[in-house]
């Protein structure tokens, strides 16, 4: 599609190498279409060619402040400017659409028919509700087309999923993650975002109460997809993430006082005239159900692992997230998670089980660590070959928590949020000078704050029990419950 045909540019000082170059080459094609010049998008880090307009006269610049009313050729997408000839010292040019904008074209409008096609399936309400949550970490059909209707089509396909099984929706959790950096690189969300369109797993790394499990949950209301989460420890089994072996009670639910009183009744009575009654057939069941119950059976009973595998290969999006993962030994981690990732096989043998097949379009696995060592007693390293399958999104720090505070559920007075949002700044600066310990840096603690202040206890009793109080030294808890006094203002 061309947009500008035959446009006559002169030259000017900052383009005048790249006319030369022009000229020469439309000299030589004797009027023919040339060689492409691409004109770049008016975006970061890129160069934007503009056009002059004075009189007739059309010239090009790099620099909006060298000239005074202007005509950009591009706002967005990539336009391909050709020489088509040369007239006296001026240069005929043809400016048209390239491949890569067609392509932008194309994502864009496939961003609309993935809107409309969650329309088809949502209320108005809820698509709005999760168009404008999208909104808050940036994601949207201007900011990226590509990403935005490939997510909104995968939403579409689990809820189509999900209504073909009966299965409802996950209810929006009360508290939504809100992200407090938007840049792509400190977003946690669109980090997950492109991560579940690949079927990539990430892993959210950050200190006490950031908000990673918050993330996974409202990423999973988001997604429409089931969320199962296992807490690593160091002595986690196969078994416990998997399946493993349980004594099967369920026949005491059928055992009554009544029930047990009838059929020894029924023993008391004669056997033999009762045997074949109508009635004495629920008897010989409560017997039954005795006998049972005084030697239990075994059952299967399944982890969250294979609970995920399950719900995903009956066609429901599932996010299992290995919460604290870095807590697990390396080698048990390694065992459980590798061989889910891989795409190398379709299935897996699980113990009591047999073979059950690996549903990875549905299936998506997260984890959430803390940092390695230090304050976080009993964290270890992953080994090389399990986080070489994880991408990983170390989660800064925010510079102010009041957004998060205000996520509690409870409303307090403003002067408390900002006291918080102090002590917080004051803890954050001692642990970049090592004067306080990490620990101490417990935003989890510090929302919890708000509650025990909305009850009635005081702003500085609230950081001594949710905070300061839970520091391994004794030591340190007295240093922080000083400086709490020093920043709670006295009547």
Known sequence: MK??????????????????????????????????????????????????VEKTNVGLVTDISQIGEIEPIVQSGFYKAYCTGVDGNKL?????????????????????????RLRNLLSEEEVNIRLTYMETFGLTADTNPRLYHTFLNKICDGIESRQQTGKPLPEKPLVLFVTTNRTEELNPLLALARSWVAGNPLALEGQMGLGKDVAFESFAWLTASDLLT???????????????????????????????????????????????????????QTGLNIVKAMSPALKMVPGPFLEALNLANEGIPVILVNDEMNLGDPATVAQALNYLIDGHTPDIYIAGVGVVP?????????????????????TKKMNTATMSRFGVDKMTAPGSILSILRTNGFEVDEETYSILDDIYKEYSKGVADRTYPPSSLNIRGLKRCITEVYYGCSVRGAVALCVNNALQSDDDTDMLNTVVDTLIPTV
Do not use: M
């Open 230 to 284: 296992f807490q690593w420890g160091p002595k986690a089994t196969r078994g416990e993430f998997f399946c493993h072996q349980a004594t099967d009670n369920s026949v005491k639910d059928s055992l009554t006082e009544e029930g047990i009183a009838s059929f020894f009744e029924y023993i008391r009575t004669s056997i033999k005239s009762c045997l074949f009654k109508k009635e004495a057939k629920q008897d010989l």
């Open 3 to 52: 947009l500008v045909e035959n446009i006559a540019v002169s030259p000017v000082v900052t383009a005048k190498a790249l006319y030369e170059e022009l000229k020469r080459d439309a000299v030589l094609l004797n009027g023919t279409q040339g060689r492409a010049v691409q004109l770049k998008i008016v975006k970061s880090g890129r160069t934007t060619l503009y056009i002059t």
């Open 358 to 378: 690996i549903n990875r379009e549905k299936l998506y696995i997260g984890a959430t660590f803390n940092g390695v060592g230090g304050d976080y007693i009993g």
């Open 92 to 116: 005929l040019i043809s400016v048209e659409e390239s491949e890569e904008a067609n392509v932008a074209q194309e994502e864009k409008k496939s961003s609309q028919d993935a809107e409309t």
